[in-house]
């Protein structure tokens, strides 16, 4: 049975830092996709960024590239956001998926493309 289980959410005032993560269990963390997603209040939950299987490189939305970073330990099974300048416009829940093996790139951005959820933290960023 798989399980991810986030931790690391919280309130933070307006150019603050939070780092996310994301514990794995269950299937083969250094193999798989691995992401971040996120949902704002009456919004869509929409792409953050991503791992794909063994390949080192990252992806992100537009809008955190240059204040995100997303990085996987292998040894503990553990996926990481590290969030940095924050703004009132991250405030959402961020949700860790995982999907097994290396996805396409064009699905990557896609949340049916991910079989295995975290229940979620929230972020809040409010002065």
């Known amino acids: 049975q798989v399980q991810l289980v986030e931790s690391g959410g919280g309130l933070v005032q307006p150019g603050g830092s939070l780092r996310l993560s994301c514990a794995a269990s269950?299937?083969?963390?250094?193999?798989?996709?691995l992401g971040w997603f996120r949902q704002a209040p009456g919004k869509e939950r929409e792409f953050v960024a991503a791992?794909?299987?063994?390949?080192?490189?990252?992806y992100y939305k537009d809008s955190v590239k240059g204040r995100f970073t997303i990085t996987r330990d292998n040894t503990k099974n553990t996926l990481y956001l590290q969030m940095n300048s924050l703004n009132t416009e991250d405030t959402a829940v961020y949700y860790c998926?995982?999907?097994?093996?290396?996805?396409?790139?064009?699905?990557?951005?896609?949340?049916?493309?991910?079989?295995?959820w975290g229940q979620g933290t929230q972020v809040t960023v409010d002065s």
């Open positions: 791992l794909r299987g063994r390949n080192t490189t990252p």
């Open positions: 998926a995982a999907t097994n093996g290396q996805i396409i790139l064009s699905a990557l951005r896609t949340s049916t493309s991910y079989h295995y």
């Open positions: 269950g299937l083969s963390f250094s193999i798989s996709t």
